[in-house]
Every structure is written in structure tokens, then in C-alpha cells.
């Protein structure tokens, strides 16, 4: 089907309901790299590694994911050309140690940035305790349509970004990622390709499957809820941020944080800036 960008903006994507528990939330802090140091108690209560797994803080990011809906022939966009650009989350309440919540995500808004420029498309995702209908997060995405400029703009004013202070950052945390890690993190309900398969990844134009965007902002959240909130992540609440360089797994990243919340994180074998314009709101 081709390219319609009203088609894309009524495009109805199928509510989730998911049921979770000790297993999914121990998972999920595991695939974002938690629990590397076995003797770090305050990680171990995420990763399962103490009597109580306590939900880490950005894995309403991946609870009742709707997954990978732009590859459907009816969204009019090529697959192989979809690059995630930014993510937002805030949190309204805290999770539950284990109960089912419900995903609603709706498409919010498409810019065109012109002939041979691409488009972004906004989303949102609204989570909610399926037992008592408390909205539990707001999440928001945007997504980078190459190839799908110059349909004429649709009314739309792009989001501005976050400005990183001018002076040098006031912490610095180093996470190595792992070569395996996008094989993991798949399994939160990412399942695009591009990270899985090296021949997509080839057709993507880039040399083997990257990592996922939100697994490195994972990684991020990780040094950020240490860093800002001493491990209480009841301080956490939200980020927002902007993909800039794609992750290969196996490679380190460098979360810069200032202290009013700003962050940047960088690939230290490359010294490229993968996630930038970086806010984390936090008590």
C-alpha cells in the first residue's frame, strides 16, 4: 500500500493487555543490564536477586508494548526504513508487584521535514491497572519515516527539544553492554528485525543488528535512578530523550548527568553521542 499519511494518522493500533509478575520484572531489569554486580543488593531487588522484585522504573516502556505495528502493509511505510527518534515517559503511580495492565497506543501527530527529508510520527501509549483503571504511565515516541516526505505537512509543529547545559557534566557512568544483549531484550515484545538479523540489518544500511533504542535508554535510566535518586525509585519520575547514533551490542555507554537532570549518553569505542538532549524529572 502506499504511502498515506491520513491513512497513517486514523490507523487504529490494537489495545494490550498483559499480565506480569516477578518473572517479567526480574527479566526486564536483567536485559537493561541490572544485576551485573552480584554483590550490589540495591540492583539485586530489580533483577530478581532479593525476596522482593521491585519494578524498575522505565518498564512501563515495555508493559503492553503493542509491538513492532509499523511493519503492517497497511500503515503504507517500509519497515526497513523506520528509525526510532525520540522516547518520552512519565510516571503517574507506582506499579504493582504483579497484576495485568492494559496498553492503549494511539498515533498523536506526523510532521513532514520535506521532500527526500522523511517524516516523524507521534505516538502515545497510556497504561493503566486493568483491575482499577488507575493510569499508571504516559509514554511518548517518535518515529523517523525515511522516505516519506513532501506529502505537504500536517498542521503539526515539531517538538521542541531539551537544551543541555553549557558546562561539563557532574557525573559520569560507564555500563558496558553485551554482544548477546538485543537477543535478550527482544523478548520484552520488541521484535523489529533490525536487531535480531543481520541480512535486514545489511538492507538497513548498517554493518550487523544494533541495539534497541530503548534497551541503551534502559541502560541510561539504570545510571540515572544511581546517580539521581540513590536507588529509590519511587524519586524516578520520568525522562525524556533523543536518539542521535545507533548502539552496537557489546559496546560501552557513557551516561553524562547534570544535577538539575540533564543527561547525554555516549558510545566510548566510537565517541558518538547515541542519546541526547536528555531530561530526567525525578523527586
Given amino acids: 500500500m502506499p504511502f498515506d499519511p491520513q491513512n497513517l494518522l486514523n490507523y487504529d493500533i490494537l489495545e494490550v493487555r498483559q499480565d506480569y509478575g516477578p518473572r517479567e520484572t526480574a527479566f526486564y531489569a536483567l ?8 554483590m550490589d543488593r540495591r540492583q539485586l531487588r530489580y533483577a530478581g536477586g532479593a525476596a522482593q522484585v521491585t519494578p524498575f522504573p522505565t518498564l512501563p516502556l515495555v508493559l503492553a508494548h503493542p509491538g513492532f505495528w509499523l511493519a503492517d502493509p497497511r500503515t503504507g511505510v517500509d519497515p526497513l526504513k523506520v528509525v526510532h527518534g525520540e522516547q518520552g515517559l512519565t510516571l503517574h503511580a ?3 508487584l504483579a497484576g495485568t495492565v492494559v496498553g492503549k497506543t494511539r498515533v498523536t501527530g506526523l ?5 527526500g527529508r522523511g517524516a516523524l510520527l507521534y505516538s502515545e501509549k497510556t ?3 486493568a483491575a482499577d483503571g488507575t493510569l499508571l504511565a504516559t509514554t511518548r515516541n517518535t518515529t523517523f519515516l525515511r522516505g516519506c516526505g513532501g506529502f505537504g505537512g500536517s498542521g503539526v509543529a515539531e517538538k521542541p527539544t531539551h537544551r543541555l547545559p553549557e558546562t561539563a557534566p557532574d557525573f559520569t557512568v560507564d555500563t558496558p553492554t553485551r554482544p548477546e544483549q538485543a537477543l535478550w531484550y527482544r523478548w520484552n515484545g520488541d521484535d523489529n528485525p533490525l536487531h535480531l538479523d543481520p541480512q535486514v540489518a545489511a538492507r538497513s544500511g548498517f554493518e550487523r543488528p544494533i541495539l534497541h533504542g530503548l534497551c541503551s535508554l534502559g541502560v541510561t535510566a539504570h545510571a540515572l535512578l544511581a546517580v539521581l535518586c540513590d536507588y529509590d525509585e519511587t524519586r524516578f519520575r520520568g525522562l525524556d530523550a533523543r536518539f542521535t547514533a545507533p548502539v552496537l551490542p557489546g559496546e560501552t555507554l557513557r551516561t553524562e548527568i547534570w544535577k538539575d537532570g540533564s543527561f547525554r549518553t555516549r558510545v566510548v569505542e566510537r565517541d558518538v553521542v547515541a542519546i541526547g538532549n536528555g531530561r530526567c524529572d525525578f523527586d
Avoid: A, Q
Wanted: aromatic letters at 0%; glycine letters at 16%; charged letters at 35%.
Fill in 31 to 38: 536485559s537493561i543490564g541490572l544485576g551485573r554486580d552480584p
Fill in 94 to 96: 507506582p506499579l504493582k
Fill in 111 to 115: 510532521v513532514d521535514k520535506g521532500e
Fill in 127 to 129: 497504561l493503566h491497572d
